[in-house]
């Protein structure tokens, strides 16, 4: 029981710590403002999404556990929110040149 | 070499490196952004050193308030900046270098020297927690152990907005402070502000009330209660209230008020200034904090808004 | 970098919505806020969103009796607050249609990310990045806000703002049938939150 | 296990190193602000495995924290600050 929560980690984890690199290499690549916050918000929040996956089983309780997915959702509500902003903010600066 | 060890000089290399992109950046916006990152990342080297409620104070003011505060002083120097650019001269960049190698060397020799292992009184404090019946010995430390320090930590806070407000000019005393923020009703800022505050207000008063047991406080939690009202007020669904408001100079004032009567009743029945009698030292210390969250929010959110400009009437 | 000239930029025209003078009334200024909430549907709101925030405070801190009086006063403060900020609104929402609304998400979030970190390490970049414009049925205001919220979360679009009425999704990829995922994403949002 | 969510601790934070020298790069004030996103998701996620690893149940509340801030930087950006109601009226940014 054990070795399959710790699977499920492993696997979860990783998969988010993928995501967590093409966020960055997206960061590193893509051209202008707009495309790279495509990349930052969403394979971030992903990214983040799965690392809570992975920690779940890790979790002492039910309680940590959804104290857990709660802080995935802020996460969500914020990044969401962030992206909305910024992405505002460049495309009013864009057309402002 | 262990992993462990592996992550924390990771850890050291990138807030060293953004420290120093912060201080070489020309232009003071990008200082700005780089040090609001560099706050972030040094809460999670407190967590690293295991002190959780340094982390905490670090994610709540460099994360909500630091930043606004400082991105505000940023966008407002921006307009005068090219005035400023007259570079100083080379015996004052000289002078600026040795004085910062001396500090940073008599830094080093300092954790040089400490003698191995370092003097604490750590275990004293932990020993001594039965006095208060508080499980969290930072707590205890600065509610019981050094009450002192933290009541004046608390007038220095008073003192800062008084400070603040003296810059009013005289058409706007009694006023409130800053523009009254107007923001499109259909915008995702007014959105937020309309989501987040309710959720920020459980979580601030949680932080508070574990700080008794647990990394928390009435500074932590007065930080976040600050942050969800300044949301509101940036999006222009509350305003700043008048400074000529009693309930606003009463609020200010309690938690220091409040921590003065408990410490002077401290003298006159018992063993000193600011010593609690063991049976009732959990109730006292636990109303100060409450009064002292208030007076945290209020102060902070108060500092940030600024000097009054309006009349208490626009 | 092809960017499809499907909009006029540059509405310089910016239009400031005064909010009405009131203090901290929250809904003033939302066109959409019910004129006749009636004290029922008013009550049932505090109640169960007081019940949420219980549930957060339960989440966050544990069942202990001895945090009775801060987590009242933590619900009490929550909840008054929640009411100033956010009129109360009648509209019917079906427990099953959010679930479908979560499973949707969840799933479009997964392709989501699938996508973007596909075409950021494959070697050839594949981006045609531009904007669209998707023609949206939802009254501006907190409905049009939860609908740029979740599909800012999902494949290849950020929705930054609206002109002429229709929102502006900037996408990586404009040759994406974009407006039919919004409008399926829009649909299932309609079933679960705001069907009256 | 504690390896492992160690090595993974260190990697995301590398990532976010990287992601740190692309986006400081610049050129515009929307790039750097990206740099405060990406440190919050970067730092939450940090937190959160250091949390599990090094068995400190209150480091979730730091992320929690973090989570509940992250905006406030951003929102300073579009807001260009509290203070002037100049530099408030230019801050068209958010009107639509």
Known sequence: MSLLRDIITIVAVSAGAFFFLAGTVGLLRFPDTLTRLHALTK???????????????????????????????LGLLAGATVSQLIARAARQGESAR | MSIATIFEIVLAAVVLGLGIWTIVVRETYSATVGYVAYGLLVALIWVRLDAIDVALTEAAIGGGLGGVLLLGAAARLRDSEPTVADAPGKAVRVCAAILSALTAAALAGAVLVLPDPAPTLAPAAASNAWATSL??????????????????????????????????????????????????????????????????????????????????????????????????????????????????????????????????????????????????????????????ILTIAATLGLLLAGAPERSARQ | MSRVPLLAHGTGDMVWLPIEESNMSGSSGTPDA??????????????????????????????????????????????????????PRTARRSVRAIGQLVLLFLYHSVVAGADVARRALDPRLPLRPGFVAYPTRLSSGIRRNV?????????????????????????????????????????????????? | MTEFLTAAVGFILAMLALGLVSILRGPGDADRMMAAQLIGTGGIATLLLLGTVANLPAAIDVALTLALLATFASIAFVKKGLSSLEADGSASTETT
């Open chain 2, 135 to 292: 499980a969290n010995p930072v707590t205890n430390v600065l509610m019981a152990f050094r009450a002192m320090d933290t009541m004046l930590e608390k007038v220095v806070l008073l003192l800062a907005i008084i400070g603040v407000w003296s810059l009013t000019p005289d058409s706007a005393w009694g006023g409130r402070p800053g523009p009254r923020h107007q923001a499109d009703p259909h915008s995702v800022l007014v959105f937020l502000a309309r989501l987040l505050p309710p959720i920020g207000i459980v979580v601030g008063i949680y932080i508070f009330w574990t700080g008794a047991n647990h990394p928390g406080g009435a500074f932590q939690g007065g930080a976040i209660l600050a942050a969800m009202w300044l949301l509101a007020i940036m999006a222009g669904l509350a305003d700043t209230p008048p400074v000529r408001s009693r309930w606003l100079r009463l609020v200010l004032i309690a938690g220091p008020g409040l921590f003065l009567v408990v410490g002077l009743a401290g003298l006159l029945f018992g063993a000193a200034f600011l010593s609690y009698p063991p049976a009732q030292a959990k109730p006292l210390i636990l109303g100060i904090e409450v009064a002292m």
């Open chain 3, 34 to 87: 019910n004129a006749g909430v009636i004290a029922g549907g008013f009550w049932w709101s505090a109640t169960s969103r007081a019940a949420w925030f219980v549930c957060l405070w339960l989440v966050l801190a544990g069942a202990d009796p001895a945090d009775i009086p801060a987590a009242a006063a933590a619900v009490a403060a929550a909840t008054w607050t929640s009411l100033r900020l956010l009129e």
């Open chain 1, 43 to 73: 394979a971030d929040n992903l990214g983040l999404g799965l690392v809570v996956l992975g920690l779940l089983p890790q979790a002492a309780s039910l309680r940590d556990g959804f104290k857990l997915v709660s802080i995935w959702l």
């Open chain 3, 147 to 196: 609908f740029t919220t979740l599909t800012s979360l999902l494949p290849g679009t950020v929705p930054t703002g609206e002109e002429n009425g229709q929102l502006v999704y900037h996408c990586l990829d404009v040759e994406q049938p974009m407006v039919a995922e919004l409008a399926a994403e829009e649909a299932a949002l309609v079933r679960a939150l705001y069907n009256d």
